[in-house]
């Protein structure tokens, strides 16, 4: 028996009416005949020796061999399409496809992207707000910005600016309470988006680490970190808040950090892409920007002392 394979168009024509289980369907899809796409899949069973489906009155069902064959036809154009998608990705130095959390994307993301598609009128910017974790290849994603520990394996992988988290609020607020002991009147907003990290840094670490007793907070808990800087901005209480989130904020003066005590979380956003591919045009244009980006905000920074894990 020859392991020849036949005719493309034939295993696609099989491809599509064995996933639609309709010739029409198939046929609407490939946008042929149904009397075309009939003929391709009679001659792919010539081929094979055996027919793949059992032809009923006003539908199809696969046989044995049908069953055997649809799988791997499924996977196999699957496999096809991703890989013609990435390699057609390659020739494209216009356009770039970004994912990062929600929060990353409204707090630090959107207020910037203004001077960067001036800078870059040429690339057409698309972004995917998803903490879930994306293949490159499969999402046709260029770029990721992810927060975390890592390591970032099979992947390029640049660490961006230290991350920290300090008190912010209002400057109304700020005078309301000008000193960390003050903050036992406060509404303490519980951003639990970083719960995850090890130590977690939270409103008792750091009433310890500036040497007050700490204090149960009292005040609302918000799951995704944005919800809790917008809580801050609206003057609803104070936040832990982290930087790359509040750093543009603190920088324009709707919200000040008057302690002058961060704790540093040891995690960091990094800027993920496919290996080989951060030389990329426009995946270097975004980077060097986001770098430039992130230096701007290096003063207020240095203005915190900023403590190291473990706090205690």
């Known amino acids: 028996m020859s392991d020849r394979l036949p005719p493309l168009t034939a295993l696609r024509a099989f491809d599509a009416?064995?996933?639609?289980?309709?010739?029409?369907?198939?046929?609407?899809?490939?946008?042929?005949?149904?009397?075309?796409?009939?003929?391709?899949?009679?001659?792919?069973?010539?081929?094979?020796?055996?027919?793949?489906?059992?032809?009923?009155?006003?539908?199809?069902?696969?046989?044995?061999?049908?069953?055997?064959?649809?799988?791997?036809?499924?996977?196999g154009f699957t496999s096809l399409v991703a890989a013609w998608t990435a390699t057609r990705r390659l020739q494209d130095v216009s356009s770039l496809t970004v994912t990062a959390g929600p929060g990353f994307t409204s707090k630090w993301l959107a207020p910037r992207l203004f001077e960067f598609a001036q800078a870059h009128p040429e690339i057409e910017l698309r972004f995917a707000a998803s903490l879930k974790a994306m293949d490159f290849d499969r999402d046709q994603v260029d770029v990721a910005i992810r927060f975390g520990y890592g390591p970032d394996t099979d992947v390029w992988s640049l660490p961006l600016a230290e991350e920290w988290v300090t008190p912010v609020m209002t400057p109304v607020l700020a005078a309301q309470f000008p000193t960390p002991e003050s903050l036992r009147d406060a509404v303490l907003i519980v951003d639990q988006s970083i719960d995850f990290l090890d130590p977690s840094p939270t409103w008792a670490t750091w009433f310890r680490s500036v040497g007050i007793e700490p204090i149960e907070a009292h005040g609302p808990r918000f799951s995704q970190t944005d919800h809790a800087v917008d809580a801050a901005l609206a003057g609803v209480g104070v936040t832990l808040g982290r930087r790359a989130l509040v750093i543009k904020d603190l920088m324009d003066g709707r919200l000040v950090a008057p302690y002058k005590v961060a704790l540093s979380t040891g995690a960091r956003f990094r800027f993920l892409c496919r290996k080989g591919s951060e030389d990329k045009p426009q995946i270097r244009a975004f980077r060097d920007w986001m770098v430039t980006e992130i230096d701007k905000g290096r003063p207020t920074s240095d203005q915190l002392t900023i403590l190291p894990p473990p706090w205690d």
């Open 17 to 75: 009416a064995a996933r639609h289980m309709s010739f029409q369907k198939a046929a609407d899809e490939l946008n042929v005949t149904p009397a075309a796409l009939s003929f391709q899949i009679k001659s792919l069973e010539q081929h094979l020796g055996a027919p793949l489906f059992r032809r009923l009155n006003r539908a199809v069902a696969l046989t044995e061999a049908g069953e055997t064959l649809a799988p791997g036809c499924r996977d």
